[in-house]
């Protein structure tokens, strides 16, 4: 998924940086003995590097739909069957059209008539997307499907009508016309089975108050870096995952997302937020993924963290996500750093 602060091609810059300072502390345990946590997982590609190499995960969001993806692919392992499992995905590919919520608020023709047109989707995906959803649905409650594998099926909804979304990137505005990919006839795409620990655990909780019941050995967070609230630059997702039928407003047809705020995007409040994270964990080693532009400077990060311990920093030169064309960006890229901490050790 394209998705803004995405370690997606950051991953080996991670793993690198995480192995060097557990080397550098003589750290001998191996992954299969520890607990990795990442508590900002977002499409939930952290965990799963980690889950591949063994670690025990505990992974969490605040947003339902990255709950549902991330919940796949962390809890998910030898309880699928991939064979049934990608036979349901046939089934469901084959489904007929539904005019439900989603092609009700967020398609062209679904809108026609309303105070606002939209074209979030071209009317058939939105048509299938409807009758996918509803269908993953009726089957839980019907007790055809397990929970594992509605997670599957609904992570890997999720995943492949992002791919048809008629936007420049994130759901915060739609395109005028639709675009070429828009266009395509949507194909439910089965998202991977990952095998790793069995010992794995997926929150959809305020990170600020998780942390204090929890506990493990490396702590991975990734926050937002500046002002853009995912609950409302991704808040098709999140109606699409939870299919509540919101009450929606105005041009974006936007879900009151008042409980799914961060405080990492606000600038009055983040460094608070984030001194109280790193003192409320219970984690040996911290690792935070920020960036040179973010709300908070570095200097405040480095003061914060060598509050608690030993402190490092790694970096890398970093292509810059491109949430739309309109805006100015002064330069392509920016620096991406890790900061590191070992807890208790000054
Ligand atoms: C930079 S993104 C993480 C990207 C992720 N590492 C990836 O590679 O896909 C930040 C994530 O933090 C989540 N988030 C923001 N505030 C949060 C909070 N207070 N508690 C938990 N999650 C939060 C957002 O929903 C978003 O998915």
Redesign the pocket.
């Known amino acids: 998924m394209n998705?803004?602060?995405?370690?997606?091609s950051l991953i080996d810059f991670l793993e690198t940086s995480i192995d060097k300072t557990l080397k550098l502390y003589n750290e001998t345990r191996v992954p299969s003995q520890m607990i990795f946590a990442?508590?900002?997982?977002?499409?939930?590609?952290?965990s799963g590097s980690f889950k591949k190499q063994g670690y025990s995960i505990i992974a969490?969001?605040?947003?339902y739909y990255?709950y549902v993806i991330t919940k796949h692919m962390i809890e998910n392992n030898g309880n699928l069957d991939k064979d049934r499992c990608l036979q349901l995905i046939r089934q469901l590919n084959q489904l007929n059209g539904v005019e439900g919520f989603i092609y009700s608020n967020y398609s062209y023709g679904g809108t026609e008539g309303q105070d606002f047109r939209r074209m979030y989707f071209s009317d058939s995906n939105a048509k299938k997307c409807d009758a996918i959803r509803i269908a993953i649905e009726n089957w839980l409650s019907a007790g055809s499907i397990t929970k594992h594998e509605y997670f599957f099926l609904l992570g890997s909804l999720l995943n492949s009508i992002d791919k048809y979304a008629n936007t420049a990137s994130v759901y915060g505005a739609y395109l005028k016309n639709l675009k070429k990919s828009a266009l395509k006839e949507m194909e439910l795409v089965a998202l991977p089975i990952m095998q790793g620990s069995v010992s794995c655990k997926v929150y959809n909780?305020?990170?600020?108050e998780?942390i204090k019941h929890i506990s493990g050995d490396i702590l991975y967070l990734?926050?937002?870096?500046n002002t853009r609230q995912?609950?409302s630059n991704y808040h098709l997702l999140e109606t699409i995952a939870r299919y509540d039928n919101p009450i929606i407003k105005g041009k974006t047809g936007l879900r009151d997302y008042a409980n799914q705020k961060?405080?990492?995007?606000i600038k009055g409040k983040v460094v608070k937020a984030f001194d109280d994270l790193i003192k409320n964990a219970n984690f040996k080693y911290i690792f935070l993924?920020y960036n040179n532009e973010g709300l908070m400077s570095f200097d405040t990060i480095e003061k914060i963290m060598k509050k608690y311990g030993k402190y490092n920093v790694y970096m890398q030169q970093y292509r810059r996500f491109k949430a739309d064309n309109a805006r100015d960006c002064k330069s392509t890229s920016t620096i991406e750093y890790l900061h590191c901490l070992v807890k208790g050790t000054i």
């Not at 969490?60 to 947003?63: A, F, P």
């Not at 909780?205 to 600020?208: F, I, L, M, S, T």
Request: hydrophobic share 30%; with cysteine.
């Open positions: 998705y803004i602060g995405s370690k997606y990442d508590l900002f997982a977002g499409t939930g590609v952290v969490n969001d605040i947003q990255s909780e305020d990170v600020c998780l990734d926050p937002p870096y995912y609950c961060s405080v990492f995007c993924s």
